[in-house]
């Protein structure tokens, strides 16, 4: 009976441990040690610099334009685009610039009113302006069509006149590509020897650098089935202002006479 007692007095002292145990266990509150804090604050600035560039990524985008120059400073660039509107451009030291006609070295200080410029940057949605990584001056090509007044076959270039009634030569080089333009048969390789007087072409190319009358083409069309602008008098002409078409300015095989009423 005795051994009966002391046996059931230890399992009771157990027990009582036991449950002791569980009780302080589910009810104690963890303190927190500076170490885990530190984790904390490092994953909240982690975040927070993850949102802000999520934020600046949706409010600028690769952005760029071609305009003239009307001011120019050490950190911006104001320039007329295309369509007229006023761009104001933030360069910085990673901005990169070029100018195929300068030798040496080429930054903003050398950057011209009135010169026309490409601009890369990246557009920022909120103030409108661009931060320029690359800026290139660059020319743009001249778009010419008139009449041809005059051929020059030993120096390969002819006059034409525009209907502005303004005069320009177009000096031919071995660059120039050539092409004549009919309703049927479209465009057509063509050369310098096709040409004839009193034909319209559309020139693109660029000025001379010394002289601006004189254009350099890259591209001539020839449009042979258009009339030429009866307003524009070619010298030695006898035709009283009226200007026609040769009968065989189509040179694809056919024969057009104009009709003179």
């Known amino acids: 009976m005795k051994k009966k007692f002391i046996t059931f007095l230890i399992f009771s002292i157990l027990f009582s441990n036991f449950f002791i145990f569980k009780a302080g266990a589910v009810t104690t509150t963890p303190t927190p040690t500076p170490t885990s804090t530190n984790l904390q604050q490092k994953a909240q600035r982690l975040l927070d610099l993850v949102a802000s560039d999520t934020a600046k990524l949706n409010l600028t985008e690769k952005r760029g334009i071609i305009g003239k120059v009307?001011?120019?400073?050490?950190?911006?660039?104001?320039?007329?685009?295309?369509?007229?509107?006023?761009?104001?451009?933030?360069?910085?030291?990673?901005?990169?610039?070029?100018?195929?006609?300068?030798?040496?070295?080429?930054?903003?200080?050398?950057?011209?009113?009135?010169?026309?410029?490409?601009?890369?940057?990246?557009?920022?949605?909120?103030?409108?302006?661009?931060?320029?990584?690359?800026?290139?001056?660059?020319?743009?090509?001249?778009?010419?069509?008139?009449?041809?007044?005059?051929?020059?076959?030993?120096?390969?270039?002819?006059?034409?006149?525009?209907?502005?009634?303004?005069?320009?030569?177009?000096?031919?080089?071995?660059?120039?590509?050539?092409?004549?333009?009919?309703?049927?048969?479209?465009?057509?390789?063509?050369?310098?020897?096709?040409?004839?007087?009193?034909?319209n072409v559309v020139v693109i190319g660029y000025p001379d650098k010394k002289d601006t009358s004189i254009i350099i083409p890259s591209y001539i069309i020839l449009l042979l089935e258009l009339p030429a602008n009866p307003a524009i008098e070619i010298p030695g002409s006898k035709s009283s202002g009226q200007i026609l078409p040769s009968p065989t300015s189509t040179r694809n095989g056919k024969t057009l006479t104009p009709i003179v009423k």
Request: net charge negative.
């Open 70 to 199: 009307t001011d120019a400073t050490t950190t911006q660039i104001t320039v007329d685009d295309i369509n007229g509107n006023t761009r104001f451009i933030d360069v910085d030291e990673l901005t990169k610039f070029t100018n195929p006609a300068a030798r040496g070295s080429f930054g903003i200080s050398d950057i011209e009113k009135g010169s026309t410029i490409g601009v890369l940057g990246l557009y920022n949605k909120s103030s409108r302006r661009i931060l320029a990584r690359f800026v290139d001056v660059t020319i743009l090509p001249h778009f010419v069509h008139g009449t041809v007044t005059a051929i020059n076959n030993p120096d390969f270039n002819f006059t034409v006149v525009t209907d502005e009634n303004k005069s320009l030569t177009i000096d031919v080089t071995t660059v120039t590509k050539t092409s004549s333009y009919t309703l049927l048969g479209g465009l057509i390789k063509s050369g310098f020897s096709k040409i004839i007087e009193k034909e």
